[in-house]
């Protein structure tokens, strides 16, 4: 077995420099173990599923000038004109898209009369062809029925008695309002006192903005025909590589139909994701650049102290070399120091990576920090750090026994 008494010894007769990489060490390790965690986090975020058909999906986005006393009649004008553009499979109206702008959201109530709202949820409108035009795949109950898609007009007008008769929620709200049940027929209060029915649920549609893990998928759509005035989104289906010609025909179709209006955004659905996560993807870069310059910086502190401690040392290895020790032997104990000093940093490193959880838990709502984080954070330092001190050491067990005849 290795003896490290002589290492600790040696150890403890260069405190300083042995406490600065120690430091050194689980500086990098609370810092990097957190590191890796937020851009996991950010990833995982990139990556979550919007439920719609991305790859298929343009949309358009326009504002009138001034009120527009036409603009449900222009909106549904807009929408038949997109429908017949070639290579169309479908095309909606709606007040909003995930990943855009703007979020509607209101409270859900599971009786009239709830003091305390049971849930929050986005709410979609859209017409006809919004499921088929979003790619929403129903995984229960139907679609809505023509006779219960109403009018934005109708029921916002002066003593409307036009109610919302039917309502299709995602998968991951009817397990929140009906645990262990079928949603499918299940009344709900949302945006009224009238229930409304649950006649379809879908599989995932995401909230527009940045919404809670929680809550994220705690959308429901209504069958309400919304004006472009109120809705704007215009949202487009097609086969992914026409969708650069589809998105140039719609946008001269508009226009053809009234040119006073103002043209917002004309974009692929991919295109607007990658807007929406821009910060997101500049973070983690940014996440592993501090990464690596750690990692460097630590690296680089060891190859230091260990050429140091060689050349401070030069004659002490000859008295070893002379007395018998082989090379392994010298390559072993630089390692093993090495490797000592590691785990003293990595410990310490350990618990200072749960304290900076903790801060950011307390004032960024950020997840605790997962268990597998800290071996990962500790075996790179460990390779690291042998890393590091193997091109030393290897200078350490080439130093001749010779040396130890000749004076300091």
Known sequence: MFDIRPILSTLRRHKTASALIVLEIALSCAIICNAVFLIGTRIERIERPSGVAESEIVRIQLTGIGRDDNAEALSREDVAALQAIPGVKAAALTNQIPYGNSSWNTSINLAPDQENPTMNAAMYLGDEQLLEALGLQLVAGRDFND?????????????????????????????????????????????????????????????????????????????????????????????????????????????????????????????????????????VWLLVAVCIGLLVVTALGIVGLASFWVQQRTKQIGVRRALGATRGQILRYFQTENFLLASVGIALGMAMAYGINQLLMQHYELARLPAIYLPIGAITLWVLGQLAVFGPARRAAAVPPAVATRSV
């Open 147 to 283: 006779d219960e898609y109403v009018d934005w007009e109708s029921i916002n007008a002066a003593d409307s008695k036009t109610t919302v008769p039917a309502i299709i929620i995602t998968r991951a709200m009817a397990e929140k309002l009906f645990p262990g049940e079928s949603a499918i027929g299940k009344s709900i209060y949302a945006s009224g006192k009238e229930p409304k029915r649950v006649v379809g649920v879908i599989e995932t549609l995401i909230r527009p903005g940045n919404a809670s893990p929680a809550t994220l998928y705690d959308s429901m759509i209504m069958p309400i025909r919304v004006p472009y005035s109120i809705g704007s989104n215009y949202v487009l289906r097609t086969d992914p590589d026409r969708r650069d010609e589809v998105l140039k025909a719609a946008v001269d179709k508009l226009d053809q139909i009234n040119p006073n209006r103002i043209l917002l955004k004309d974009e692929t659905f991919e295109v607007l994701r990658d807007k929406f996560y821009a910060q997101d993807r500049a973070m």
